[in-house]
């Protein structure tokens, strides 16, 4: 934080009387929050309509200097967004993240919440990254459309979904495709429910042999593809249905984690007719993904999380070298690690050692294992 940074608070934060001289913030759903007072006659209304007026628009500097206008004590101001932020009840927005953000003033009430979200997720400047990043999702199907809608609703500035052919029946989903759109090419039906979500995303599909800041890829074992798919060599992530499991990863950043070539190479340790097997999950069929809504966008949702992390910068993501599971009832994501495999030479300066002569002995679970 800086003084130039901007204090917002979170749109939905209560601002509360606890008595004539003392206003608390927050601390009414398991948060400390944070209490002042007691304060000078009449300070009180003035400390609450600042806590209020907190909205990414007036850096810390003028904030202070408008409480010193309003006779309040600078210190007292500054101790309290202090304690706003340590709560996460404040984010501080940079200028970045305001020169992005719409002139319009409906568009900029529907990302309100969002802009916060972002800030609070990625710090200052992350809404500013997330409207130049570039999502491409393959796959027009009940995991990809919502979850496009997600991204673009949460501030992604471009988020091209890409299929081909007409749309069926069986493609609606909540947040996706609709009932209206069977018999529509997939293409344009996705671009609609993207832009229903966030009518400002360039829906534009990126120039040809430019990568985009993460391809995902959402067809029910496009994980089989060869990689990199369709010839891009930027990040990559899985996420779609498989009969009863929602799978959101690995997410692979070429040249610096395992592959999807090494998952693969673990599940053909563990059983030698892998390949055999999928080479017929890899035949087309299936093409919408047979999950019930509720798994479909429990799946988009913890893919969301990926993706924005990979963006925001902010977190390992937890799908590197690993996937994330999802199995009703509960639809609560579990991990399974699938770690750099010796035989395939993925990673710079890496190279496939010879055969071992016995079993290796490795840290931590076995691959393809399931974590916690
Ligand atoms: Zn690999």
């Given at each position: 934080?800086?003084?130039?940074d ?8 209560p601002v ?9 913030v ?12 007691p ?16 909205d ?6 003028a ?12 210190v ?8 706003l ?9 940079s200028?970045?993240d ?6 319009s ?5 529907r990302?309100?919440?969002d ?5 609070g997720a ?28 997600l ?6 500035g ?11 029946a ?6 996706g ?11 344009l ?6 832009r ?9 599909p ?6 985009p800041?993460?391809?995902v890829?959402?067809r029910p074992w ?6 990199p ?6 990040p990559?992530?899985?996420a779609?249905v498989?009969?009863?499991?929602g799978?959101?990863?690995p997410?692979?950043v070429?040249g ?21 097997l999928?080479?017929?999950l ?5 093409p ?7 798994l479909?966008?429990?799946?988009a ?5 990926q993706?924005l ?9 937890a ?10 009832p ?6 399974r690690?699938w ?20 079993p290796s ?8 294992t399931?974590?916690?």
């Amino acid at each position: 934080m800086t003084d130039s940074d901007r204090p917002l608070l979170l749109p939905g934060t209560p601002v509360l009387r606890v008595d004539p001289a003392s206003v608390q913030v927050g601390g009414t759903d398991g948060d400390p929050g944070v209490q002042v007072g007691p304060l000078p006659p009449g300070a009180a209304d003035a400390v609450a309509a600042l806590v209020r007026g907190l909205d990414g628009g007036r850096t810390t500097r003028a904030v202070l200097a408008g409480a010193v206008a309003d006779a309040l004590d600078p210190v007292v101001v500054g101790e309290l967004l202090t304690g706003l932020r340590a709560g996460g009840r404040l984010v501080d927005l940079s200028t970045a993240d305001l020169v992005a953000s719409s002139p319009s003033p409906a568009a900029r009430a529907r990302d309100a919440a969002d802009v916060a979200a972002a800030v609070g997720a990625g710090g200052a400047g992350a809404w500013a990254r997330r409207r130049v990043a570039a999502v491409v999702v393959d796959g027009a199907n009940r995991v990809g459309v919502p979850l496009a809608a997600l991204l673009a609703a949460s501030g992604v500035g471009r988020v091209h979904v890409r299929d081909r052919g007409a749309a069926v029946a069986a493609d609606a989903v909540v947040g996706g495709l609709s009932a209206a759109d069977e018999g529509r090419p997939r293409t344009l039906a996705a671009a609609d429910a993207v832009r229903r979500a966030a009518p400002g995303v360039d829906l534009r599909p990126l120039p040809a042999g430019s990568a985009p800041d993460l391809l995902v890829l959402t067809r029910p074992w496009s994980a089989l593809d060869p990689v990199p798919v369709h010839g891009e060599r930027g990040p990559h992530l899985v996420a779609t249905v498989r009969g009863p499991v929602g799978v959101v990863g690995p997410l692979v950043v070429p040249g610096r984690t395992a592959c999807l070539r090494c998952a693969q190479l673990h599940r053909t340790d563990a059983d030698p007719g892998w390949p055999a097997l999928a080479g017929q999950l890899h035949a087309p069929g299936d093409p919408a993904g047979a999950g019930g809504a509720a798994l479909c966008l429990a799946t988009a949702l913890t893919a969301l999380g990926q993706v924005l992390a990979h963006l925001d910068g902010s977190a390992a993501p937890a799908a590197l070298e690993a996937t994330l599971e999802l199995r009703a009832p509960d639809l609560l994501p579990r991990r399974r690690g699938w770690p750099p495999h010796p035989a395939c030479g993925c990673r710079p300066g890496t190279r496939p050692p010879p055969a071992p002569a016995g079993p290796s002995r490795r840290a931590g679970p076995r691959p393809g294992t399931l974590e916690g």
